[in-house]
Each structure stands twice: as C-alpha cells, then as structure tokens.
C-alpha cells in the first residue's frame, strides 16, 4: 500500500516568505508527527497529532510556525516569514494509534531559505 | 525537558558484534525506539521498547532498562548495509518523542 507522501520534495525559497509543507499519512493513522532534522544532526520533534487535534504544540520554534490537520488526514506545515536558520529537511511520519506504536516517515522535504 | 545521550560515531568489522548505548532522562517516559537511517534516505523503525529486558528481532536486538534510563541495541553479523546512522528516541504519554542526535555506524571489511 501507498506509504507517507510529503510535498514538494524539495524547495528553496527567498528569506522572508512563506512556505506550504504537505503530508499525507497513510490511510487510517490517526497519528501524524512533523520533525525537522539539520544537517548531521538528529531528528527534532516539532508537533504531533491525534486526529485533527495537536495536544502539544511546544515543538514548534516560534511563533512563525503552524500545523493545521483536517478530515484527520492531510497536514500542512506553514512557515512564515522564513528564515536562513529554518533550512532543514522538515519529515512527517505517521502512525497507526499514536501510543507508542511505529512510526512510518515520509521522505521529507528539503527546505533552503537564501 | 528530556535529554538523550548516544555516542556520536562508532566503527564496526564486518561480521562482529557491535551494542550502541543510549542514556535518557524524561518525565512520563512510555517507551523507547531505535530506528535506522541511511543518508540521504528517510528514518525506518527498528525496535521499540516499553518493559525491562531484552527485546530480539533477527540480527538485531534492544535491551531497556527503565530504572536505569538506559537502552541498548545489540547488532549482530555485521554487514555493509548496516553502516547508518542509529536513532534513539523516547516516547512520552503525552505523545511527544524526542530523538537523540543518532549514532554514526560504519561496518568496515
């Protein structure tokens, strides 16, 4: 079956836009993670949600970003305002329940902001 | 705050044994992850652990210790393809998880 899509694959833009990041989970997880991971370095959690709900949202670096998940699919991730410090590969995972359960990743979006 | 210590970089022989430790210290710790991670590609689940002792799956095996905040995985036969990056992560009940930096594997001939 079709595993966790991310959209665009890569994408650069210029300091100071905003950006549009998509996932698609697997169909049925109700659980639905963003990390970003820098250059060499490991996996930073920023948001998790169970269903279209985000019960923690203290991951996020600031005030620029956001998450929203409807129909308990679809997650966008919207960076505004971005920053060269924001260039990352920005992964989404999912999962079945979200207690505990495997997480299957996307393949990421590459981000650079110049 | 949580924090998740594994060593950064480890070498490895074909064929040998090698165990990467991962110490954490967490509040509402629900259980632990390791997951594999070839560059350039996206991260792959290993093994996760809730309950003290050792977890076996194959070549590869986690051991927790949760009193001690402590996990270890154990990679036996190894082979080329095992060189990567090895993710340690703990999972909270409130459904965060936080991974630590990674562990760089490289087999050698």
């Known amino acids: 079956g079709a595993g966790v899509s991310q959209s665009p694959s890569n994408k650069v833009t210029e300091k100071g836009k905003d950006v549009e990041l998509r996932c698609d989970p697997i169909s049925g997880h109700t659980a639905l993670y963003w990390y970003r991971q820098s250059l060499g370095q490991g996996l930073e959690f920023l948001i998790y949600f169970q269903g279209n709900s985000a019960p923690d949202k203290s991951g996020l670096p600031s005030d620029r970003f956001s998450a929203e998940r409807t129909g308990g699919s679809v997650s966008t991730l919207t960076i505004q305002r971005t920053q060269q410090e924001d260039s990352a590969v920005y992964l989404c995972?999912?999962?079945?329940?979200?207690?505990?359960?495997?997480?299957?990743f996307g393949p990421g979006t590459r981000l650079t902001v110049t | 705050g949580q924090n998740i210590d594994q060593p950064t970089e480890m070498t490895a022989t074909e064929g040998a044994i090698v165990q990467i430790n991962c110490t954490y210290q967490t509040s509402g710790f629900n259980g632990l992850f390791w997951y594999q991670q070839h560059a350039g590609e996206a991260p792959t689940f290993l093994s996760y652990n809730v309950l003290d002792g050792l977890e076996e799956k194959g070549r590869f095996s986690s051991f927790l210790s949760r009193s001690k905040g402590y996990s270890y995985l154990l990679l036996k036969e190894l082979q080329m393809k095992d060189s990567a990056s090895y993710l340690c992560a703990v999972y909270t009940n409130a459904g965060k998880s936080t991974f630590g930096d990674g562990t760089t594997l490289t087999v050698k001939p």
């Open positions: 995972a999912s999962s079945l329940v979200g207690t505990g359960d495997e997480q299957y």
